[in-house]
């Protein structure tokens, strides 16, 4: 419960190195080291070595390249993150999306294609219960 808390408030603190403020609209191609948080408009490509949120406000009509992304607004293109990649309720994707971890909360929109990448060796297998 607190990861999902965490992750919800993400989408509303400033923990970000490069914040794009609301009311802001800005263009062109954004490279960053670190993390970066949108809470006006970006066009063009967001390229981070850190994370990147996009608030609730936020809108983005870019392919986004993180290691992480969350996402509580609207994102109209392709996203490709290196780990994990949280929808929340309030968030839209259309595009396609690329991600070792993806997770869409429940009112959360994703529409286009997903391709879920890392090594299955890595990861534990589970079988399911059956009850009666």
Not at 26 to 52: P, R, T, Y
Not at 69 to 89: K, R
Request: avoid cysteine; charge should be negative; charged fraction near 20%.
């Amino acid at each position: 419960m607190a990861l999902i808390k965490k992750r919800e408030l993400q989408a509303n603190v400033t923990h970000a190195e490069t914040i794009v403020g609301a009311g802001v609209a800005l263009s062109g191609k954004l490279e960053a080291k670190h993390n970066i948080q949108i809470n006006g408009s970006f066009s063009g490509e967001i390229m981070a070595e850190g994370d990147v949120v996009v608030g609730t406000d936020g809108e983005v009509n870019a392919p986004i390249h993180a290691k992480n992304a969350t996402i509580a607004g609207i994102v109209n293109g392709d996203v490709n993150v290196v780990n994990e990649l949280d929808i929340l309720s309030t968030g839209k994707v259309n595009g396609n999306i690329s991600a070792k971890i993806l997770s869409v909360k429940p009112g959360g929109i994703f529409s286009g294609s997903s391709i879920m990448h890392g090594k299955i060796e890595d990861q534990s297998i589970v079988k399911p219960t059956y009850e009666t």
